[in-house]
């Protein structure tokens, strides 16, 4: 039974092309095994070589080097940011939200005491403005 599927494998093999390269005639080109263009690339063989030193000393190939993981992770906050701000601007678009807006923060000027202002003003202003109140205090007493 063996015997019977090898020759029928056999007759299989004849109706298949298997070049010959021994009957060939030398002046014929030989072909060639093509070149895996990914694999002759340097970045690929760069990879490969670190690939098989962090193996050889350990490291998991999950393990990334510090510099890339601080690039990765700014790379994170910054797309975060920029999706909070885009979420923002979405949210005030609105006219009626951004009137409404416009209107607490007036408000809120509103409602802050003048004195933060006189806060900001430098010392020698403050002090003459005492040194008037104390005066028109002394004169109305004077007055009575």
Known sequence: MYSEIQRERADIGGLMARPEYREWNPELIKPKKLLNPVKASRSHQELHRELLMNHRRGLG????????????????????????????????????????????????????????????????????ENLRRIATLGSEERAL
């Open 61 to 128: 190939v999950d393990s990334k080097p510090e510099l890339q993981r601080v690039l990765e992770h700014r790379r994170r906050n910054q797309l975060i940011k920029k999706k909070k701000e885009e979420l923002e601007a979405k949210r005030l678009q609105c006219p009626f939200e951004q009137e409404l807006l416009r209107r607490q923060q007036r408000l809120n000027q509103l409602e802050k005491p003048p004195e933060k202002e006189e806060e900001h003003a430098p010392e020698f202003i403050k002090v003459r």
